[in-house]
């Protein structure tokens, strides 16, 4: 197993990316990709959480954690495209994107995305005010 140091930059080039490109795609600048891979600046759990995503790999084996790249997946469990219903196996991840995509929401557009929520999810919410 390898350090996160060493998997990043492993992927990188397996991906055939300059540090600059990885960067551009990640939302991130140069100098941190580089310190990165340097082993002088590890990233905060959102941006692991982007890394592992953009590479289609698990957290595990970005953290050298694991030797298997792929993401787990339940194997009965159907393919988020083909299923119209929000399961809780999915909430974290679900949750993830709300977050990200909140950052470049006006306080408007946040008001907005929680009372749709609350309107599909209002079930939900009510249980947590008991």
């Known amino acids: 197993m390898s350090n996160f140091q060493t998997v990043l930059r492993q992927l990188r080039l397996e991906h055939n990316l300059t540090q600059d490109e990885l960067a551009t795609k990640l ?3 140069k ?3 580089s310190m990165y891979e340097n082993g002088n600046r590890e990233p905060d759990f959102e941006t692991m959480e982007t890394i592992a995503d953009f590479f289609n790999v698990d ?3 970005l953290l050298g954690r694991t030797d298997c790249p792929t993401k787990t997946t339940n194997a009965s469990q159907k393919p988020r495209e083909a299923s119209n219903s929000t399961s809780l196996e999915n909430a974290d991840q679900d949750i993830r ?5 909140r950052k470049d929401m006006t306080d408007e557009k946040k008001e907005q995305m929680m009372q749709m929520l609350e309107i599909a999810f209002g ?3 009510k249980e947590d005010d008991k």
């Open 27 to 29: 939302g991130i600048s």
């Open 31 to 33: 100098s941190t990709v």
């Open 59 to 61: 957290m595990d084996f």
């Open 97 to 101: 994107r709300i977050q990200r995509a």
């Open 123 to 125: 079930e939900y919410f």
